[in-house]
């Protein structure tokens, strides 16, 4: 079940928000929201409920015998991490490891055919930085069963994130409220995400399956660069979007997560374009991988190698497919590129954003590219595709229709941090004082009923697409 599904629209928040409302005292509502997400992922694929449960018993045990067991607690610990680690290994990267040894002459391995449970990243990370947050403080160990399977398996952010650590929510679980006004901004935050999913993401997206599809006669320098660009919109607002749907279902039900993205293409290099982009993910590697080889405390040379490290993973975890692994050591390779530079150097600003953009936009192409044969077909026409023909025009006219390109040109103008300038502005208006006291707040209250009327309008639009389109993929399920 996605979120941008009218099942999940019409059928089931409406009702896990009755029952919430409904049910009294906080343990009772922490039950009903804890067998909501199991339904929910259920929906889908129900024999895996019983892995998702098995990650959150492995999860809750190891937390309390390393409570209970200090002496042994790096022992446990380590058990708990090769466990998690060997579930993810077993269910993402057994047919991958067989195809890559199926690659030395004379072996031919037979594929196991296991499908990828959704997910399974996201609350894998999740149940190890549980327990490895409980084996450097043993106060943070959940002696309630139902509050840890809440906190792995609660519905918003359990398919695609944001990765949550337990010591964010671990006090929200025991003592939150849901007040109207969290309530409405929780469903502001949904419909923009919602929008940014099925208004933005899916048409840029369609254009992107265009170019990635094509044949080598179709696909030309044109259609190629428009492609790569459309691909580049289309994960942004389909990850974003999903981050901001799971932020405000939190915020309906008391929860406050912290941010996912952060306008990640007005980066000026690329290590910034990592504190802009999927923050949950690369704070996680960070606390959890990188800190722990040393981080940049031994040396240039093992800091070097320390980040090749940690992007090599962050590959690996985005897919079971050497496009991912190669994607995510291009990031490393250009972050220790960008440290080997001075510090100052002139015009970094304007140069900067244009050379991040460009990396970014090139890497995406192996990141959605189905084969290292596509992504290479890909990168062949962007720069030598200059031969045009009739297959090529018709192509680039079915991409380039007016209606997607308006798609196109409105997605690169909502990339920018337009929104939280407003809000900037809304908020300084609140706190205005003096004798224009009264005239700011009325302006601040006008701003913000406007942007509600703006976000019932846009709901409109998200059901109309709905009820008029097939095409409604999440990318993130993949992982």
Known sequence: MVFSSAAFLFVFLPV??????VVPGLKAKNAVLALCSLLFYGFGEPAYVLLLMASVVINYGAGRLVA??????KLVAAVAVVLNL?????????????????????????????LLPAGISFFTFQG?????????????VSKSFVKLMLYVAFFPQLIAGPIVKYHDVSLQIDDRETTPALTADGVRRFILGLSKKLL???TVGRMADMAFTATAGQLDARSAWLGALCYMMQIYFDFSGYSDMAIGLGRMFGFRFLENFDHPYVSQSIKEFWRRWHISLSSWFRDYLYIPLGGNRKGKGRTALNKIIVFFCTGLWHGASWNFVL???????????EDALPKKLPGRKVWGRAVTLLTVLLSFVLFRADTLAGAGLM??????GFQFTVEGAALLRDMATPLNLVVLALSIVCSLPIL???????????????RHAKSQTSGADALEAASYAGVLALLLLCVMNLAGSDFNPFIYFRF
């Open 200 to 202: 933005l993401s899916n």
């Open 16 to 21: 896990v928000v009755c029952l919430e409302r």
């Open 420 to 434: 939280p300038k407003l809000r900037e502005l809304v908020q300084s208006l609140q706190q205005g004082g003096g």
């Open 327 to 337: 994607w995510g050591l291009w990031h490393g390779a250009v972050i220790l590129a």
């Open 86 to 114: 060997g579930l993810l290994c077993v269910f993402k990267y057994t047919d991958f490891a067989i195809e890559t040894v199926n690659l030395l002459p004379g072996v031919s391995l037979a594929p196991t055919g296991i």
């Open 68 to 73: 209970a067991l200090p002496g042994r607690k």
């Open 379 to 384: 990168f062949s026409q962007m720069f030598t």
């Open 128 to 140: 190890l930085s549980y327990v490895i947050d409980v084996y450097r403080d043993e106060s943070q």
